[in-house]
């Protein structure tokens, strides 16, 4: 009867033991919620696609008023502003402080030496906001371009330059329409191969 009753004891305490570990062994809903953008941006925000920009390491301001200018509508894209209408502010916001935390991995990219000479050239009307080399950005709601893939830089640039585009920065679209079209390339590839700040 000891026996049995202490089995019982012993089976009641690995269950209620098992009940209280549980919650925390639970996957974090920002963890499942941030996996989802891994398909497109890879996995911590580092993407492997030249169409695609990395977020990981860029700042929380600067990711959560993007998210809520594609899902506002404010900012036109053609997939991100469709698939932010399901997420709550609240879900953005945590999705952006969970990928600003991560660290920012510039891509290894090489262009020729002459257009990145180009580009440093006509880069100077990037440097106010952004940095001298893309990576010190002259406040939280102003991305980092150093190290970021040159054909997603190039393709933000033109719709920058389209006034047909729905996008709310009006120095950026003064600045990006300055720019000859070969200036947009050189510029581009400027920002990619930067590695340092």
Request: glycine share 8%.
């Amino acid at each position: 009867m000891k026996k049995a009753i202490g089995r019982a004891c012993a089976l009641t305490l690995c269950l209620v033991g098992g009940a209280m570990v549980a919650p925390a062994m639970a996957a974090d809903p920002i963890e499942a919620l941030a996996a989802t953008c891994n398909n497109c941006h890879g996995l911590n925000g580092v993407s492997v696609g030249a169409s695609m920009p990395s977020i990981g390491g860029q700042s929380e301001a600067y990711l959560r008023m993007l998210m809520l200018e594609w899902k506002s509508g404010a900012r036109y894209s053609a997939t991100m502003g469709r698939l932010l209408k399901g997420y709550s502010d609240e879900q953005i916001a945590a999705l952006a402080k969970y990928f600003a935390a991560k660290p920012w991995v510039p891509s290894e990219q090489r262009a020729p030496d002459q257009v990145v000479f180009n580009g440093r050239l006509v880069s100077d009307r990037c440097t106010t906001c952004h940095g001298e080399r893309g990576g010190q950005p002259s406040d939280s709601a102003t991305p980092r371009l150093n190290g970021q893939w040159a054909m997603y830089l190039e393709m933000e640039l033109n719709k920058y330059r389209d006034d047909a585009v729905n996008l709310p920065h009006r120095k950026m679209r003064k600045n990006a329409q300055k720019l000859e079209q070969a200036e947009v390339y050189e510029v581009s590839n400027f920002m990619a191969v930067q590695k340092g700040q």
